[in-house]
Nanobody
C-alpha cells in the first residue's frame, strides 16, 4: 500500500523551530520531485517548498524563503522540512507529496500525499 507518512509537527512559540519528516512506503521515491504543502483552516492548500529528485534544485514560496529548508535522503526514502523563525501565520496542517513528474508548485502535479501533520505557532 502506497503511503507517505509525515511526522514532527507540534506546537511552538513564535520564533521557534520544528523539523518535519516524511517517510515513503511502497512508492517509488527517486527519481521524482518531492514537495511540502500546507493548509490553514478555511484556506486552500498552499505550496511551501519542493525539491528535485537529486536534491540539486529547490524552491520555496516567498513567505518561507530564508526560514524553511527542504531536503531529502533517497537511500532512506525520506523528505524533510526544517522550519526556523516560525510565525503564527505558519500555523497549518503540513503535507508532503510526491510529484508525478518534474519539480512544480501546483498540487495537481503531485499524485501521492501524506495524511498531514499539524503545526501550531503561538504568538
Amino acid at each position: 500500500q502506497v503511503r507517505l507518512v509525515e511526522s514532527g509537527g507540534g506546537q511552538v512559540q513564535a520564533g521557534g523551530s520544528l523539523g518535519l519528516s516524511c517517510a515513503a512506503f511502497e512508492v517509488t521515491f527517486a527519481p521524482f520531485a518531492m514537495g511540502w504543502f500546507r493548509q490553514a483552516p478555511g484556506k486552500e492548500r498552499e505550496f511551501v517548498a519542493a525539491i528535485s529528485w537529486d536534491g540539486a534544485s529547490t524552491f520555496y514560496v516567498d513567505s518561507v524563503k530564508d526560514r524553511f529548508t527542504i531536503s531529502r535522503d533517497n537511500d532512506k526514502k525520506m523528505a524533510y522540512l526544517q522550519m526556523n523563525g516560525l510565525k503564527p501565520e505558519d500555523t497549518a496542517v503540513y503535507y508532503c507529496a510526491r510529484a508525478s513528474n518534474a519539480l512544480g508548485s501546483d498540487p495537481a502535479e503531485y499524485n501521492y500525499w501524506g495524511q498531514g501533520t499539524q503545526v501550531t505557532v503561538s504568538a
